[in-house]
């Protein structure tokens, strides 16, 4: 699992790339949103945009992320996610639980309205 992490408007972008699959990333992965929320920065947006595969231990992953950011007073949205990552949110009905879009611009707009 590859991932970058920058910075818009107040607001933190992971960008994902190739496959999120969990495994020994996701720990690394974890405390890394451990130190994000412990230096305030509780707004994240996960830019799925090139990603190319998700299982459900990539769920899962997203998932546990959305639960500290908000346990911590943030929120964490989706962008980007293709058709084939969109209808695994269908399927697990998760689509309900995140805030999705588009663009990554629109979710980082999200937070700032």
């Known amino acids: ?41 509780t707004n994240v947006v996960a830019d799925l945009s090139k990603v190319n595969f998700m299982n459900s231990s990539g769920l899962g992953i997203l998932i546990s992320a959305l639960t500290s950011l908000r346990n911590g007073g943030g929120d964490l949205k989706i962008s980007g996610a293709s058709d084939r990552i969109e209808s695994l949110l269908i399927v697990t009905k998760l689509i309900t639980v995140f805030d999705h879009y588009k663009s990554l611009d629109e979710a980082v707009e999200a937070f700032n309205a």
């Not at 107040?10 to 996701?26: C, Q």
């Open 1 to 41: 699992m590859k991932y970058s992490i920058s910075e818009r408007y107040n607001t933190v972008v992971i960008t994902f790339k190739g496959k999120v699959m969990g495994g020994p990333d996701a720990t690394a992965f974890h405390e890394e949103i451990k130190n994000l929320i412990d230096n305030g920065k």
